[in-house]
């Protein structure tokens, strides 16, 4: 007993240490604790109020985007079988180069791609033809003109019997690239979200 009254002082400390240790500080911790994810839960909620607030503008945004992704899926070609669409193209190419009096030397199509960037098809055709300068070219401007949208990937030209202010005869080969949209039930997946 004496000796625990000798030391007393150092037991009072040693106590009181050992209360902020084990007592004191795991509190702090857990209060540090709470306050942090009350901290964050408050920055969930304002964010939330924030998006409550701005509905109607994200509504009319989407809205126009949906309109404007409307409008440009009408010039892709729509989902369908593969290889009617590759003979309903060829026959609209021979149709257009005939129309144009241009002479066809040979058509192939390419290896389909699945576009991972966008719900689309790319279809790939690669044919020459040849005929006068000026044919050729109204052919080539007449391919921007068609209502669904088709990329002139690659044009080759080969000029023979020029003259002074005529473009003589004219070789073309090139690769056009049509695009099938797979969108339609995606898009109606988003509405029926929406909704």
Known sequence: ???LKKHAVALTIIGFLVLIKFIFIPI???QNQQLAEMSLEQRKLEKVKLLMQSREVLSIQYSRLDKRLHKLNKRFYS??????????????IEAELKAQQLKIKNIGWQTTIENIDAPLTQYSVNYSFSGKGEDVVNYILSINANEKYSQLAVLHISFAKQRKGRLGRLSARLRRVFYMANLSSDNN???????
């Open 189 to 195: 997946n988003l509405n029926s979200k929406e909704e």
């Open 79 to 92: 989902q369908q079988n593969a290889e009617k669409f590759k003979r309903q193209q060829q026959k609209t």
């Open 28 to 30: 702090f911790d857990w």
């Open 1 to 3: 007993m004496n000796d």
